[in-house]
Structure formats: structure tokens, C-alpha cells
């Protein structure tokens, strides 16, 4: 299994349409037959920060995740237009 750990910042006044795209993004990535899990948390006292979970059976999982249409259309199409991706990290549960 392969965990992705991604960190989002909504630029200023787009925080709603930010939101908007990740629940988009989670509706459809929760359904690839790879992925495990992929949940979007918002963080309490910075309501334009954005936490992204999520798991992967492997990384042929991972590789049609990013290849998927979604992806490309929310991820590396629109939200680039409105938020910046702070950090982004693979992991491997021990």
C-alpha cells in the first residue's frame, strides 16, 4: 500500500471554490478501484489550508489516480487557478 499525504493553501478570497473542487475530487477518486481512501480535511483555524489523505493499493494505483481525467481536470486543471500545493509526501505504513 502507498499513502499520499498532500498539503493545499487556497489563495486569498477562493477558499469556497477550492473546497468546491476537492469535494469534486473526492467523489471521484473514492470510486478508482485502486484507491482505498481519500479523504480532504479542512483545517480549524485556517480555514484556506487543505489536508489531503489518502491511499493506494500500489503505485499502479497510484499512476492511473494521476492519470485519470479527474485528476487532470481538477487537479493539475483547476486548482492550480485557485490554491497553491504546499507540500506533498508518500508514505508506507510499516
Known amino acids: 500500500m502507498i499513502v499520499l499525504?498532500?498539503?493545499w493553501k487556497a489563495k486569498p478570497g477562493h477558499e469556497a471554490e477550492v473546497a468546491r473542487l476537492f469535494a469534486l475530487q473526492q467523489k471521484e477518486s473514492s470510486k478508482e478501484a485502486g484507491c482505498r481512501m481519500f479523504v480532504v480535511?479542512?483545517?480549524?483555524?485556517d480555514p484556506a489550508r487543505f489536508f489531503l489523505y489518502?491511499?493506494?493499493?500500489d503505485q499502479a494505483a497510484l499512476d492511473a489516480h494521476r492519470?485519470?481525467?479527474?485528476?487532470?481536470?481538477y487537479v493539475t486543471g483547476?486548482?492550480?487557478?485557485?490554491a497553491e500545493?504546499?507540500?506533498g509526501e508518500?508514505?508506507?505504513p510499516m
Open 78 to 82: 483547476e486548482l492550480p487557478k485557485v
Open 54 to 57: 489518502e491511499q493506494y493499493d
Open 90 to 92: 508518500l508514505y508506507q
Open 5 to 7: 499525504a498532500v498539503t
Open 67 to 73: 492519470a485519470s481525467s479527474h485528476f487532470r481536470k
Open 85 to 87: 500545493r504546499v507540500e
Open 41 to 45: 480535511h479542512r483545517h480549524m483555524s
